[in-house]
């Protein structure tokens, strides 16, 4: 065993969390006899909270609303967390006389990785359902894939702004749709991107009568795992994975920068199935 370390998932509210679950087992199956605690911190008390980590302490998970506001805490912001404009990860780097924070996001890798999962790796046509946080994340795995003119759908432009920014950003140009739209653009979309509450994407499921062959549709919501639009687009002949798969593989990634190894995401999947 190496020597005891400590990490966590902040936010508010934080008892739902299945971070520890997934970090835990991952520690414990890389032999690592460290803590992973869930703590409670409400935006206010962030800085704080930051300022009081020390040596001991490995890195941090970030869950809402926190992924914003840890932006100016940290010392280094990765490339691609600068792009999409959220962390969800920090990573504590003893260096001499200091700490210094790394911060990163995850959510875009866990995206990628999901989709991949379901056979696509490389597309052009995609959609991304809903406008904020996670659907900046959605904006840059599929650019990442080689979408570049994502059709995005939403129920108000005017609060896709950040989205809109970072896609300025990226080199991206999302094109904006609304709901009543959303049934024709699916029907012809190599992978989609759900980011919206299960019972918002419930009210396209009934709309839905094929699915391009080969098709991808991840759904961010893994409460519940299987949601009416997932079913929808599966019984139309499309891939459906689940948001599961996307909370494993962004998790996953954590792990690997925190610790500085491999995941062990068998582990980790089978730890996540039954916290579930």
């Known amino acids: 065993m190496q020597a005891s370390r400590r990490a966590g998932v902040l936010g508010h509210p934080i008892a739902h969390s299945l971070s520890p679950a997934l970090h835990r087992a991952a520690y414990a199956e890389l032999g690592l006899d460290w803590?992973?605690?869930?703590?409670?911190?409400?935006?206010?008390?962030?800085?704080?909270?930051?300022?009081?980590?020390?040596?001991?302490?490995?890195?941090l998970s970030l869950t809402m609303p926190?992924?914003?506001?840890?932006?100016?805490?940290v010392d280094f912001v990765e490339p691609m967390a600068k792009l999409v404009g959220?962390?969800?990860t920090i990573v504590v780097q003893p260096v001499t006389d200091h700490l210094?924070?790394?911060?990163?996001?995850?959510?875009?890798?866990?995206v990628v990785s999901a989709v991949a999962?379901?056979?696509?790796?490389?597309?052009?046509?995609?959609?991304?359902?809903?406008?904020?946080?996670t659907a900046t994340s959605a904006l840059a795995a599929l650019g990442r894939i080689g979408v570049t003119r994502p059709a995005v759908v939403v129920r108000n432009r005017a609060r896709a702004g950040s989205l809109l920014r970072a896609a300025t950003k990226m080199g991206v140009e999302p094109r904006f749709f609304a709901f009543e739209q959303a049934p024709e653009l699916l029907a012809d979309a190599q992978v989609v991107v759900s980011t919206v509450p299960a019972d918002a994407g419930a009210t396209l499921a009934s709309a839905l009568t094929t699915a391009p062959a080969g098709a991808v549709l991840l759904d961010a919501v893994y409460s519940p795992v299987d949601t009416g639009l997932g079913l929808a687009w599966e019984r139309a002949g499309g891939v459906f994975v689940r948001g599961t798969r996307m909370l494993l593989h962004q998790a996953g990634e954590q792990v690997r920068l925190i610790t500085g190894r491999d995941a062990p995401l068998e582990a980790m999947a089978t730890a996540l199935q039954r916290a579930l």
């Open 66 to 73: 926190l992924k914003v506001a840890a932006l100016p805490l």
């Open 117 to 133: 999962e379901g056979g696509v790796s490389r597309a052009e046509r995609g959609v991304i359902l809903g406008g904020g946080a």
């Open 100 to 110: 210094q924070l790394v911060g990163a996001n995850t959510d875009v890798h866990g």
């Open 35 to 59: 803590e992973y605690g869930a703590h409670d911190v409400v935006e206010a008390d962030l800085p704080a909270f930051v300022a009081g980590l020390d040596s001991q302490w490995a890195g």
């Open 86 to 88: 959220a962390i969800n």
